[in-house]
């Protein structure tokens, strides 16, 4: 079995649940940021401590309240305002094939996807998954998804492995066998690519 995982520390993993900024619904910025730090970009700065609230404060006040919870200015704030010229993010997309994001992973890019882990949505990062693919996978046409296993997961909120969704349990390096995950994978999110 190989295994790919871009979050083997758990340095890299963000809990919004200590968030000062609404914590119970901004997984959004909290997963984005993730996704920086795990690609090697500087993170959103600002008057708050953690930089998922600078990047929910700055859209809130830029866009609106709802803003944070949309792809679009999630992306126009960290690649027009906190990264500006360097552009990390790459999407949203509403069609991502989840061979290109599970790709992605191959090549030390984090995705940030929306799914149906909770009723009314939640979005996670795609750290890693493990396969019984042996030979490389140069290419996203030569990912072969019925090799894959399970999706390697962090959760910014809480765990569903067990089958319900409890916001008591640690979100870090979550695994979900492939055919549990196909049902809970919405096809929409963006990818952080990584910073040379």
């Given at each position: 079995?190989?295994?790919?995982?871009?979050?083997?520390?758990?340095?890299?993993?963000?809990?919004?649940?200590?968030?000062?900024?609404?914590?119970?619904?901004?997984?959004?910025?909290?997963?984005?940021?993730?996704?920086?730090?795990?690609?090697?970009?500087?993170?959103?700065?600002?008057?708050?401590?953690?930089?998922?609230?600078?990047?929910?404060?700055?859209?809130?006040?830029?866009?609106?309240?709802?803003?944070?919870?949309?792809?679009?200015?999630?992306?126009?704030?960290?690649?027009?305002?906190?990264?500006?010229?360097?552009?990390?993010?790459?999407?949203p997309l509403w069609a991502w094939d989840l061979r290109d994001a599970l790709f992605g992973i191959t090549k030390g890019i984090p995705f940030v996807a929306s799914t149906w882990l909770t009723k009314g949505g939640h979005v996670v990062v795609i750290v890693g998954f493990e396969t019984e693919q042996e030979e490389e996978i140069e290419s996203f046409v030569n990912l072969k998804l019925?090799?894959?296993?399970?999706?390697?997961?962090?959760?910014?909120?809480?765990?569903?492995?067990?089958?319900?969704?409890?916001?008591?349990?640690?979100?870090?390096?979550?695994?979900?066998?492939?055919?549990?995950?196909?049902?809970?994978?919405?096809?929409?999110?963006?990818?952080?690519?990584?910073?040379?």
């Open positions: 079995m190989r295994i790919y995982n871009l979050s083997t520390d758990r340095k890299f993993y963000y809990s919004q649940r200590n968030n000062l900024i609404k914590p119970t619904i901004r997984c959004k910025p909290t997963g984005t940021t993730e996704g920086l730090d795990i690609s090697g970009w500087p993170l959103p700065g600002g008057e708050y401590k953690q930089p998922e609230d600078n990047l929910t404060a700055y859209c809130e006040k830029t866009w609106g309240a709802d803003a944070p919870e949309d792809w679009g200015k999630i992306m126009q704030a960290v690649n027009g305002h906190f990264l500006p010229g360097d552009k990390p993010v790459i999407g019925e090799q894959v296993q399970n999706v390697i997961i962090d959760d910014p909120y809480g765990n569903r492995t067990n089958g319900s969704y409890g916001a008591d349990v640690d979100g870090w390096n979550n695994r979900y066998d492939i055919k549990t995950w196909l049902t809970l994978w919405r096809s929409t999110g963006v990818q952080i690519r990584k910073k040379v």
